[in-house]
């Protein structure tokens, strides 16, 4: 298949491998709308997904994801040998080692076509059971295969370099310099189809038998059913709204709106927009390209809002998110620094980038929810950088009480962290539809925001609890902290109750039944139960100040078996947040907490025997 | 009393939006994301055509009058089937609609030679047949690609409808579909 598709892919215009072509304009085209894993986004979006998934970045060469996805679309033969495919262990498809194991389309393509058995096989087998080098094997071969989608999602408009029979040019009236495309071929189709087959009438199938002219006329016929059946399937650039009928909510691809019955004027007229872009590419016409763009682009605002479209390409070009980590981990090492030496200008710097990198975070989240148009908490990397931002928000609440730096550090490392582990899922944030169960903004925002709440005031009732035993085990005062801790962790108890009873309900209307022990409501159930017994307990005299501190500060393990833990047990009916590959990193920050906090219990009594404090 | 003041707004707001998010329109499970599709009620694309009887028409003269734009082939069986169907709703609403059939054959003669052959009833007034030179008007101005594919347009010459593939056309709810775009 994807030998076969190169083979295709080298008739249309050969050009000779070059660099990049001339910077053109992608202002406008990067807005433009395209259905992709069931929503309407930017190309934008959509370019930076795909080229992610080949190569791991977002961006090519210093080239950004909008220009490579010109050059695929417009220029395929160009884009093939582009370097794009990371490929980590080339010796597995016998491909030479190379630095910065970056492979061509052109160079892949032979070697996964070598493999065709294999993946055949491993097709037939159950991912579970697949080694590192299958998972590769597959990883490629699926990146390959809509990389192949995308090659020819416009090939139908792209110049062909191929021999056309001269009495057909001139009966299909095609001038001579004129660049013949699918597209005028589909004009001539049916004309074409009976040439041939009153070819096979007078002669019959054995082309030895026809002339030069029937010879010629045959083999064309050939190509362009190749060539035609090559677009078949392909429907990954799905830029075409659908207009009639139960299927007018999908979007179509330029192949599929032929074969859909979804075409219609509007839609010919917006795919002319789109050929004079492809035209204008090609000639590298800056003024044409430009334009033709604009025009697309003032089309496509007459079938889909264009705000939510700009908001995205915004989002994704300033990339509030990294920028607010970067700010947290700035006031981070201002707070170190105003520990060492205490100062109100210090401290004001530290609160303004904890405060301007909270703003930019909210401004993520905000901007998340009109994207997606639903509460900002779907999948797990959204829980964690909405946690984050609650665990900020609450730090710069606690530093406006205290006024002694506490809280701006315990909100810097918590959203620093937070958004650190944010980005070990980021991969799999491509703003996609959430799963059907999920679908609904009243639990959303009620159930799923109530308790990611509540983690995240767990998480700031935990790291003062970290504080006040690391304070004390230095033999520092901590006890100005215990108020705090003690109302932060009645506030996470009010949280996670309320989310778990609400869980319980939703549970009741989605699958017939309050409580069913699911390791998820299980988890929620934990984190209830912990708090509960740790205030319970102190309040009864039964758990003594540090043991009860400790058990706070351990709020941070229980959250974490809760929030990712209970993913990796792989059942239950929370499929949608199944997640692999945390387990060592799981069990590593378990280990570490129980070694700080169990080193830091040790410390304090030792001092505490010692008559120190 | 400020926090039952408190309490009592955050309550209403509750309320408020859970009723909002009822009136909203859901999306459907496991349905593509919907977007504002394109409007059905735009112009119909403007062109002009040379019947088979040489005559020369543009769509504008239709203006007033429901069109059906129907897109066929004399080698298309099913566009041949429906034909029958389709001269007689014409003849049921001779003062409200005009058929025209845009051939997509590639020669004049095998339109002619298809009439010859199955033209009976296409003499009526409001049934005008024609053939779409280089397939222009299908592909490049209705992006019709699969036969047969026919578009109702209003009196407005606005694009009411599209029909594709064979379908039963003369109909009470056909008939009454057609007297709806006159806004009766």
Not at chain 1, 137 to 143: H, I, T, V
Not at chain 1, 481 to 490: F, M, R, S, V
Not at chain 2, 10 to 25: E, F, H, N, Q, S
Request: aromatic share 10%; glycine share 8%.
């Amino acid at each position: 298949m994807t030998a076969r598709t190169l083979l295709l892919l080298l008739i249309v215009l050969f050009l000779p491998y070059k660099g990049w072509a001339a910077e053109l304009d992608y202002t406008d085209f990067r807005q433009l709308p395209v259905q992709h894993e069931g929503r309407i986004k930017p190309l934008d979006t959509f370019a930076r997904a795909i080229l992610d998934l080949c190569s791991g970045r977002q961006s090519l060469h210093g080239t950004g994801a909008d220009a490579w996805l010109a050059e695929t679309l417009f220029d395929p033969a160009q884009a093939l040998h582009r370097p794009l495919f990371r490929i980590f262990r080339p010796g597995l498809l016998g491909l030479p080692e190379k630095a910065g194991r970056s492979y061509s389309y052109a160079e892949l393509a032979p070697a996964l076509q070598a493999k065709a058995d294999v993946i055949a096989r491993l097709l037939q087998t159950d991912e579970k059971n697949w080694t590192e080098d299958q998972r590769e094997l597959m990883r490629l071969s699926d990146a390959a295969g809509l990389y192949t989608q995308l090659l020819r999602s416009f090939s139908f408009a792209l110049p062909l370099n191929i021999v056309m029979p001269d009495s057909l040019a001139k009966e299909w009236k095609l001038d001579e310099g004129k660049t013949f495309t699918l597209e005028i071929y589909r004009h001539h189709q049916q004309s074409l189809k009976e040439r041939v087959q009153a070819i096979i009438r007078r002669k019959g199938n054995d082309p030895a038998r026809y002339n030069e002219s029937e010879r010629q006329i045959a083999q064309f016929a050939m190509n362009m059913q190749i060539l035609e059946q090559a677009g078949q399937n392909n429907s990954i650039f799905r830029i075409l709204p659908g207009a009639w009928g139960d299927a007018k909510a999908e979007w179509w691809s330029p192949w599929a709106i032929a074969d859909s019955g979804q075409g219609s004027p509007e839609n010919a007229a917006y795919l002319q927009l789109w050929q004079d872009m492809a035209g204008a590419y090609q000639k590298q016409d800056a003024t044409a390209w430009r334009g033709a763009a604009h025009r697309a682009l003032v089309k496509a605002k007459g079938f889909v809002p264009a705000a939510p479209l700009q908001l995205e390409t915004v989002y994704n070009a300033l990339s509030p998110l990294t920028l607010a980590s970067l700010l947290y981990l700035a006031a981070f090492f201002a707070v170190v620094f105003y520990s060492f030496k205490t100062g109100k200008n210090i401290r004001l710097a530290a609160t303004g980038m904890l405060g301007t990198g909270a703003l930019l975070h909210a401004a993520a989240i905000a901007a998340r929810i009109v994207i997606l148009d639903r509460p900002p908490v779907g999948t797990l990397y959204e829980s964690v950088v909405f946690v984050a931002l609650i665990c900020v928000l609450a730090a710069l609440l606690l530093e406006k009480i205290g006024k002694d730096g506490q809280g701006l550090l315990i909100g810097a490392i918590s959203g620093t962290v937070l958004l650190f582990v944010a980005q070990s899922f980021a991969a799999e944030d491509t703003m996609k539809m959430l799963v059907a169960v999920l679908n609904t903004n009243f639990w959303l925002s009620t159930h799923v925001l109530c308790i990611t709440m509540g983690y995240g005031w767990c998480i700031v009732a935990s790291l003062l609890a970290h504080l006040y035993l690391v304070k004390t085990a230095f033999g520092k005062a901590a006890d100005d902290l215990l108020p705090y801790i003690k109302t932060i962790a009645l506030v996470a108890l009010l949280f996670t109750a309320v989310g778990t009873i609400l869980g319980g309900i939703w549970a009741d209307q989605s699958w017939g039944r309050f409580w069913g022990w699911d390791p998820k409501e299980n988890g929620a159930l934990l984190i209830v139960l912990w708090l509960l017994w740790a205030l319970h307990a102190r309040i009864s005299g039964n758990l003594k100040r540090i043991p009860y501190v400790t058990a706070i500060a351990a709020l941070s393990v229980i959250v974490a078996l809760a929030w990712f833990g209970v993913n990796l047990l792989n059942v239950g009916l929370h499929s949608y947040g199944f997640i692999s590959g945390v387990a060592a990193a799981l069990f590593t920050f378990i280990t570490v907490e129980a070694m700080l906090l169990g080193a830091l219990y040790y410390r304090i009594s030792v001092l505490r025997k010692q008559g120190t404090r | 009393m400020k926090n039952a003041l408190v309490l009592l707004g955050l309550v209403l707001i509750a309320g408020a939006y859970t009723y909002y998010d009822g009136r909203k329109a859901l999306p459907q499970q496991n349905q593509p994301q919907a977007a504002d599709s394109l409007s059905h009620s735009a112009p119909a694309p403007v062109f002009s055509f040379t019947a088979i009887d040489g005559k020369k028409y543009s769509l504008e003269q239709f203006r007033g009058k429901v069109v059906l734009v129907n897109f066929w082939a004399s080698w298309c069986a099913p566009c041949v089937a429906e034909f029958p169907q389709m001269i007689e709703l014409a003849g049921a609403l001779p003062d409200k609609i005009v058929i025209v059939f845009m051939s997509q054959d590639d020669g004049d003669k095998a339109v002619t030679d298809f009439l010859k052959k199955h033209g009976k009833g296409f003499e009526q007034g409001n049934i005008l047949v024609a053939r779409d030179e280089g397939q222009k008007i299908a592909k490049d101005l209705f992006q019709t690609y699969k036969l047969p594919e026919t578009y109702i347009l209003g009196p407005d010459l606005h694009i009411a409808d599209k029909v594709v593939g064979l379908v039963e056309w003369n109909t009470d709810q056909m008939r009454s579909k057609i007297e709806a775009l006159y806004g009766h």
